[in-house]
């Protein structure tokens, strides 16, 4: 088993363009969460899916963020317009149906506004 | 809603010694899982040990252990023989299995555990 993999690893952009970050969860977990890692505001989770399907979204800071889980393969995280104040690192994350063994995340996208 | 409490931002040990990291929650629930995640420099987030809030034996997972007092709402985890490669960010982390939270994951803000030789 691969893992979740996540793209890029980094990212660098100029302010105002669109970021687009994107994971691939493990193969059979029916969860899909997308988080932030910030130095001030720690680990907070912006949204998650459940079989393909939004659940909660009230993580996601404002409409500049956008998430979408096409199939149960892949999603995507996307920030349009981009601001300095989103650099962070993009963290996503799956789970099996029984989310009590904890999730297993993936490796993060570093991201840069600048 | 539920807030896991770190009090320790940074901490250090002696290779070969042992650490404790403290890590307190605050929640109605009674049904619950808590967890210790560790992210080394390598930024990935991996899953130490973890605790069934209905279990009064205190979960171990060979130099990882934890000591779990429900009624005081702390988690602590304790590593024995600290060895260089345990140095790395620990997390505390709360999933609640029931209400409007349930099954979401929150994180304290850390620890930082450095090894040192």
């Known amino acids: 088993d691969a893992g979740v993999i996540q793209s890029p690893r980094h990212e660098v952009t100029e302010m105002g363009q669109e970021v687009t970050l994107r994971c691939k969860p493990i193969?059979?977990?029916?969860?899909l969460f997308w988080y932030r890692q910030t130095m001030m505001r720690g680990l907070e989770l912006l949204i998650y899916?459940?079989?393909?399907?939004?659940?909660?979204d009230s993580g996601m800071p404002e409409d500049r963020f956008s998430a979408k889980m096409p199939n149960a393969s892949f999603s995507t995280l996307k920030i349009q317009p981009s601001e300095p104040r989103d650099s962070a690192v993009y963290f996503c994350?799956?789970?099996?149906?029984?989310?009590?063994?904890?999730?297993?995340f993936g490796s993060g996208t570093r991201l840069t506004v600048v | 809603a539920q807030t896991v409490t770190q009090s320790q931002p940074e901490m250090s040990v002696q290779e070969a010694e042992t650490v404790t990291l403290s890590c307190t929650y605050d929640t109605s629930e009674n049904n619950y899982y808590l967890f210790w995640y560790k992210q080394p420099p390598s930024r990935q987030m991996i899953l130490v040990i973890r605790?069934?809030?209905?279990?009064?034996q205190n979960a171990t997972e060979n130099r990882f252990s934890v000591n779990f007092q429900k009624a005081a709402k702390s988690f602590s985890l304790k590593i024995s023989d600290s060895q260089l490669g345990d140095t790395a960010m620990y997390f505390c982390?709360?999933?609640?299995?029931?209400?409007?939270?349930?099954?979401?994951?929150?994180f304290g803000k850390g620890t930082l555990l450095t090894v040192n030789p």
């Open positions: 193969s059979g977990h029916d969860y």
């Open positions: 605790q069934e809030a209905y279990k009064q």
């Open positions: 982390a709360f999933m609640p299995l029931s209400g409007g939270s349930n099954y979401k994951l929150t």
């Open positions: 899916f459940n079989n393909n399907v939004p659940i909660d």
């Open positions: 994350a799956s789970s099996p149906q029984g989310r009590s063994y904890g999730y297993t």
